[in-house]
């Protein structure tokens, strides 16, 4: 099985910053995209960024490039660095992977980690 573990959340006041990692573990023989998405209570998620193996990234435009997202490939874990945080930023931040096991390539969703900007 695979197993991706989000972290770094938490209540962060307007302005603020928060970086949530992303760990993926288990029988993984590559990983191909990764992502996070959101989802703010009465809306439906939405994506947020996404990143290639190679580094290739996008954003969701309504960012305005407040957050950037990155990888480190030998650790199987993507990170999210969330700047000038806004009240509207607030919801459940989901990573996601495409990864390969054997033959098969399929894709992953973590459990979620909570993000709350608020003063």
């Known amino acids: 099985q695979v197993r991706l573990v989000e972290s770094g959340g938490g209540l962060v006041q307007p302005g603020g910053s928060l970086r949530l990692s992303c760990k993926a573990s288990g029988n993984i023989v590559s990983i191909y995209g990764m992502g996070w998405s959101r989802q703010a209570p009465g809306k439906q998620r939405e994506l947020v960024a996404r990143?290639?193996?190679?580094?290739?990234?996008n954003y969701a435009d309504s960012l305005e490039g407040r957050f950037t997202i990155s990888r480190d490939n030998a650790k199987n874990t993507v990170y999210l660095q969330m700047n000038s945080l806004k009240p509207q930023d607030t919801a459940v931040y989901y990573c996601n992977a495409d990864v390969k096991r054997g033959r098969d390539t399929s894709n992953y969703w973590g459990q979620g980690t909570q993000v709350t900007v608020s003063s």
């Open positions: 990143i290639t193996s190679a580094g290739t990234t």
